[in-house]
């Protein structure tokens, strides 16, 4: 059986919100955002090997909500000062040729189907990256003016980004440079097709107080399959 | 004075939600989400004329919500089969010069602040189109694939959409093209330059039941200025 990896970045020491609290650890109806997210990888599976990339300053804090919520170990790592150094230092704790799914630890609603569909996807297609159709219009700006387009042609990414271990860790090795947004455009410029497969409109990122709020609207919600 | 307009589009009949109530007439805090969205513009000005495009079948359902409510007196038209009739029926009612506020029913958290500013805006440059910028990874997907896109230069579109009423209303004699999806995309059409301002990432529509639940998580947040 293939080894499947979660790495899960919540290297951010931001406190956007306005508390000294890292958002990672805002609490969702009374549970930190970071549990949930760890919560669903575990539901998934009881065998995945959880990689998970903190500020250094926080593994303490970590370890104690570990404790607290009776999670298993995971295996720790010290973020870097980018995204995209977080990310190069989890993938350096992986040990065997697998599969690993790169997912933002702010993403607590990620659902089992999603991690299922994305280990499922990549084991063939060598990357399954979660994505959205766009539920507005989209326009174009740039130094004309703007322009309508068409809203068919584009997809809003998420995550999880899961891949073969051996393509994202070489990509990986690409130096970094700003238009690096994400673990796909890193595999692209190492020259690898991208694959996407659809996530989830509750499947939100919280970068402040009012996604938590929208967080919690939608943990009220059963979700609803859409066709 | 210059005379201002708010078209409301509620022509929808839509039922997606699984129910058999028009999801403009669903309750939000225990009131129908297009009450929410008249009463917006009601807190923006006493003088704002307000047109409301309704299926012909829900323009009592409407007058027993305005009684009911308390809601002043509004102008009433009756929707086509599609948002371009819809809209075009609705600027049939203007009758004189002036702005006009285009605006989705189903769009109940808008703020006074984003009407105001798309009035003032629009009087300068003849349109003024809410926009918000995105918050996720764009790609563009075709027949070849996929690809990373730079998200800066793309903004996904809102309402309220407001125009010169002779702009919209001479835009509006276009004939009718599935490309045409929004007012802003009809007045580009017609020759016209969009411009575009900010808007909120709390002015969500509503197109189903899980989209409920996150504008009561909106409400339920006190508005952050985002800088």
Do not use: C
Not at 96 to 108: F, K, M, N, Q, T
């Amino acid at each position: 059986m293939v080894v499947e990896y979660a790495l899960i970045v919540a290297g951010g020491q931001g406190t956007r919100m306005g508390t000294r609290t890292p958002k990672q650890f805002l609490e969702l109806k009374g549970v930190p955002v970071l549990v949930h997210t760890v919560r669903a990888f575990l539901r998934y599976s009881g065998y995945i090997r959880i990689i998970l990339v903190l500020p250094s300053a926080e593994i303490k804090t970590w370890q104690k909500l570990a404790a607290k919520y009776s999670l298993p170990a995971v295996i720790l790592q010290s973020g870097g000062d980018t995204r995209f150094q977080s990310v190069k230092r989890g993938l350096e704790m992986i040990k065997e040729e697998g599969l690993v799914a790169i997912h933002d630890g702010v993403r607590p609603l990620i659902s089992e189907d999603i991690i299922a569909a994305s280990f499922r996807l990549a084991a063939v297609h060598g990357s399954a990256v979660a994505s959205v159709r766009l539920k507005e219009s989209v326009r174009m700006v740039d130094q004309h003016g703007t322009r309508a387009l068409d809203r068919s042609q584009y997809r809003l990414i998420q995550t999880p980004q899961t891949f073969k271990t051996s393509i994202i860790r070489k990509a990986y090795e690409l130096p970094e440079e700003p238009s690096l947004t994400d673990d796909a455009s890193v595999a692209e410029r190492a020259g690898h097709k991208i694959s996407l497969f659809e996530g989830s409109y509750r499947n939100i990122k919280i970068t402040d107080r009012e996604d938590l709020n929208v967080a919690e609207g939608l943990m009220s919600t059963v979700e609803i399959k859409k066709g």
